[in-house]
T-cell receptor, first 115, second 114 residues
């Protein structure tokens, strides 16, 4: 049962434009969300996170928006750069102590930034 | 500070065999989590170890097992390999498992089952 869903397997965007990646979740107990970026032959690297007490978190070119009522979050990359071409994973945790070390991941979105 | 290392990086096995994968966490990290990545499925949580104890387990059959040593290094074992076990196996380490901002992944072990 996939509790975190990324319904777009791929996204192509022009350099300099905005990339918007979407993620939906079903478990209302999730209270912490993360985005990871993954290049081929490397492990995922942490990009940005957001707690359920916030609806927006910004870090440079990356902004994550959380809509708790819709159980939806999105990652905005502005402006997109060729080095942003990678697979992006959305992940979630319910924060319970017996869930420490355990994240639920989406299937990933392959982003290709074209010149 | 050295990152998370996983050995071997690539492995080819045949159905029915067993395999052991190794993960060395960042120095000082006591939590090690294991994930299986397959195309279209994202990362599926296998289990997490903290101070040599399995603290969490995902929905995988008993053929998948793991352990953690006193130096926090962890191994996972898959017995009676099936074709569907072909995947990238990733481990991640963090100081306690509670702070995901401090969790770092290794490069993974690519397992191919023929």
């Amino acid at each position: 049962d996939q509790q975190v869903k990324q319904n777009s397997p791929s996204l192509s965007v022009q350099e300099g434009r905005i990339s918007i990646l979407n993620c939906d979740y079903t478990n209302s107990m999730f209270d912490y969300f993360l985005w990871y970026k993954k290049y081929p032959a490397e492990g995922p690297t942490f990009l940005i996170s957001i707690s359920s007490i916030k609806d927006k978190n910004e870090d440079g070119r990356f902004t994550v928006f959380l809509n708790k009522s819709a159980k939806h979050l999105s990652l905005h990359i502005v402006p997109s750069q060729p080095g942003d071409s990678a697979v992006y994973f959305c992940a979630a945790s319910d924060g319970a102590t017996d869930s420490w070390g355990k994240l639920q991941f989406g299937a990933g979105t392959q982003v290709v930034v074209t010149p | 500070k050295a990152g998370v290392t996983q050995t071997p990086r690539y492995l080819i096995k045949t159905r029915g065999q067993q395999v052991t994968l190794s993960c060395s966490p960042i120095s000082g990290h006591r939590s090690v989590s294991w994930y299986q990545q397959t195309p279209g499925q994202g990362l599926q949580f296998l289990f997490e170890y903290f101070s040599e104890t399995q603290r969490n387990k995902g929905n995988f059959p008993g053929r998948f097992s793991g352990r953690q040593f006193s130096n926090s290094r962890s191994e996972m074992n898959v017995s009676t390999l099936e074709l569907g076990d072909s995947a990238l196996y990733l481990c991640a380490s963090s100081p306690t498992g509670a702070s995901y901002n401090e969790q770092f992944f290794g490069p993974g072990t690519r397992l191919t089952v023929l």
